[in-house]
């Protein structure tokens, strides 16, 4: 990953990684860490709104326990989800299988 500098970027980040609990920590955070770069101001709008959700509820729907409900799906989470749904998500950088 490339060094982000860009003030907004590295809260989000930051925000992404220190959820409050280790499995949300490594699946949001990681999603954000592939992404940030390339986020769209818009899409960093959706990604601020997404962590703002409970951290309960974002594990429970990001690891398929319970579906996202109607009113907060968003583009930004829907992709999260999907990409959490893919083998080794959630896993630790450099962790092996």
């Given at each position: 990953?490339?060094?982000?500098?860009?003030?907004?970027?590295?809260?989000?980040?930051?925000?992404?990684?220190?959820?409050?609990?280790?499995?949300?920590?490594?699946?949001?955070?990681?999603?954000?860490?592939?992404?940030?770069?390339?986020?769209?101001?818009?899409?960093?709008?959706?990604?601020?709104?997404?962590?703002?959700?409970?951290?309960?509820?974002?594990?429970?729907?990001?690891?398929?326990?319970r579906?996202?409900?109607?009113?907060?799906?968003?583009?930004?989470?829907?992709?999260m989800?999907?990409?959490s749904?893919?083998?080794?998500?959630?896993?630790?950088?450099?962790?092996?299988?």
């Amino acid at each position: 990953m490339t060094e982000i500098t860009d003030p907004r970027r590295r809260r989000l980040l930051f925000r992404a990684h220190h959820r409050g609990t280790k499995e949300t920590d490594l699946l949001v955070g990681g999603f954000v860490a592939r992404h940030i770069a390339t986020f769209t101001a818009s899409e960093l709008d959706e990604l601020e709104a997404v962590l703002e959700l409970l951290d309960v509820d974002l594990a429970d729907w990001l690891s398929g326990r319970r579906p996202i409900p109607d009113e907060v799906m968003t583009p930004m989470l829907a992709r999260m989800a999907a990409e959490s749904m893919q083998p080794g998500a959630g896993l630790p950088p450099g962790f092996a299988r």
